[in-house]
């Protein structure tokens, strides 16, 4: 579980998103950190006995940094309002699909996810090819009872049309429309300081797992 106030920490910062707020409690920030850390350190531990290829990872292949690039956004606040890892194989920069954990109890915003959000047209291309060759193994995992009581759908990022290349008529061409292929868990607030959380976090991790092998068939 996280220290409430890690979390009390985060909250203030989406209040005070700036740079002068944060040089002033660079402590707290310091402590929350440091807490989030320990407690992603003892759950990769735990999710390699899930996904053996964890095994290799540390707390710093894994962890997203706060601060935000805002170069070429619109947004131009200076900090993430949340905590974020992503576990796969190879660390978070490697081009594998992977199981991501958000940390943003502002909102009621904290969630678990896996797959391809946005990839390259050349991955993406390729995805859509290996749902559209093995389309029966890919529905069998989405309609799975267990998985979809946890990942009841795709995030609904896709196409109106059918992509180009793609028949439109093709049987399961909605499937083949996704730009991405993401599905999400919400993670209450209250359960971030709760024991229970690592066991919630290592059950969706299992129960994705198939999900994640079968988009990490891609190559």
């Not at 807490?35 to 320990?38: A, G």
């Not at 964890?54 to 710093?60: E, I, R, S």
């Given at each position: 579980m996280l220290k409430a106030t890690s979390l009390k920490f985060l909250t203030d910062l989406k209040k005070n998103n700036n740079r002068?707020?944060?040089a002033e409690n660079k402590s707290r920030y310091e402590a929350a950190k440091d807490?989030?850390?320990?407690f992603m350190e003892g759950f990769i531990a735990k999710a390699a006995k899930i996904e053996p290829a964890?095994?290799?990872?540390?707390?710093?292949?894994c962890v997203f940094r706060i601060y935000r690039d805002v170069r070429f956004s619109k947004n131009k606040d200076p900090y993430k309002v949340n905590f974020s890892a992503q576990l796969k194989e190879g660390g978070k920069k490697s081009g594998k699909c992977g199981f991501y954990i958000h940390i943003e109890p502002a909102g009621n915003a904290s969630f678990i996810a896996g797959g391809y959000w946005m990839p390259d047209a050349p991955v993406l291309k390729k995805l859509r090819q290996e749902v559209e060759y093995n389309t029966a193994d890919f529905k069998a995992i989405l309609n799975n009872k267990t998985f979809k009581k946890w990942y009841p759908a795709l995030e609904d990022h896709k196409l109106k049309k059918a992509p180009k290349g793609v028949d439109p008529t093709h049987p399961d061409i909605e499937l083949l429309k996704y730009n991405s292929y993401v599905v999400i868990h919400p993670i209450d607030t209250k359960d971030l300081t709760d024991k229970s959380l690592e066991k919630t976090?290592?059950?969706?991790?299992?129960v994705i797992k198939p999900f994640i092998d079968f988009l990490n068939e891609v190559e």
């Open positions: 002068e707020w944060f807490d989030f850390h320990q964890y095994a290799q990872l540390a707390v710093k292949d976090l290592l059950k969706g991790l299992e």
